[in-house]
């Protein structure tokens, strides 16, 4: 005898799940993202917050978010050109839902085992600031 297969009763997740997973759910690029949160960096510097990513890949992330505008590239008027890269409002947009993930990560690891900074909100303010974990606000 087969079972009878239920209806899913969650709401369509669709158009905004899908949309936001689409952009975020890429190899490497929440960490790029959450990187740039914290301002402007060139690419080598992001080689040196991200080592495990090769040129190769990051090159491929960049291009990826700039065009679906979630990050800018500006070329600095140096000699030799210089690139940076920062995020735009759509990319300020998506750090709530990074955050998310990260406070669902470090419940899952176990609070205070993880060594990436993590941003925490001014409560008067609504400002987020960057901290070491073991730090208090």
């Known amino acids: 005898m087969s079972l009878k297969v239920r209806k899913n009763r969650s709401p369509?997740?669709?158009?905004?799940?899908?949309?936001?997973?689409?952009?975020i759910g890429g190899a490497w690029t929440a960490n790029i993202i959450w990187y740039l949160?914290?301002?402007?960096?060139?690419?080598?510097?992001?080689?040196?917050?991200?080592?495990?990513?090769?040129?190769?890949?990051?090159t491929t992330r960049l291009r990826e978010l700039s065009g679906k505008g979630i990050l800018a590239r500006e070329v600095k008027p140096t000699s030799p050109p210089s690139v940076?890269?920062?995020?735009?409002?759509?990319?300020?947009?998506?750090?709530?839902?990074?955050?998310?993930?990260?406070?669902?990560?470090?419940?899952?690891?176990?609070?205070?085992?993880?060594?990436?900074?993590?941003?925490?909100?001014?409560?008067?303010s609504g400002i987020s600031v960057r901290q070491q974990p073991d730090q208090r606000v």
């Open 84 to 124: 940076e890269y920062h995020l735009t409002r759509s990319g300020h947009d998506l750090m709530p839902a990074i955050e998310a993930i990260i406070a669902v990560g470090r419940k899952l690891k176990g609070v205070g085992e993880c060594d990436t900074p993590v941003n925490t909100r001014h409560a008067d």
């Open 37 to 58: 949160s914290a301002g402007p960096r060139r690419f080598n510097e992001l080689r040196v917050d991200l080592p495990g990513i090769s040129a190769k890949v990051l």
């Open 12 to 23: 369509l997740p669709s158009c905004p799940l899908t949309q936001c997973m689409s952009i």
